[in-house]
């Protein structure tokens, strides 16, 4: 438990990592940030992958299904993640007449955030340093 699933290279719709819109199969750098917290990675790229499906659809089963996981997998996702702060990031309200919901709470708002944030710092700190890598690339 507590390491999410291989990460996808994102396509010019995600957040991740810009690209030249010109040229999508032109070289790039993506930071892969874990935030670890015992024994478990609290925080990491797919867990926030995570995090931004559920924020968007409301719904683990639909978050989970979007990302080619199983409902199990991402709903273990989500207790490891919310074992590991001191608040959680994620709530599950079952039943109802709306069939039940998955949100993220303000705190799991504000990680993501962070997160995104400490990804865009990182990358800004490697700007030079990428610069001349990527020169080198055929």
Known sequence: MGRAS???RPDSSTRR???AASDPSAPWVAPRIRVLCGGEIA???GKVELLEAIHGSGCLAA???GLGMSY???WKLVETMNACFREPLVTKERGGKIHGSTVLTPTGERVL???R???EASREAMAASWQELRAQLK
């Open 6 to 8: 291989a990460p996808r």
């Open 17 to 19: 990592a810009p690209r």
């Open 43 to 45: 925080l990491g790229p």
């Open 63 to 65: 978050a989970a299904r």
């Open 72 to 74: 199990m997998r991402a």
């Open 113 to 115: 955030e962070l997160y």
């Open 117 to 119: 944030g400490m990804e």
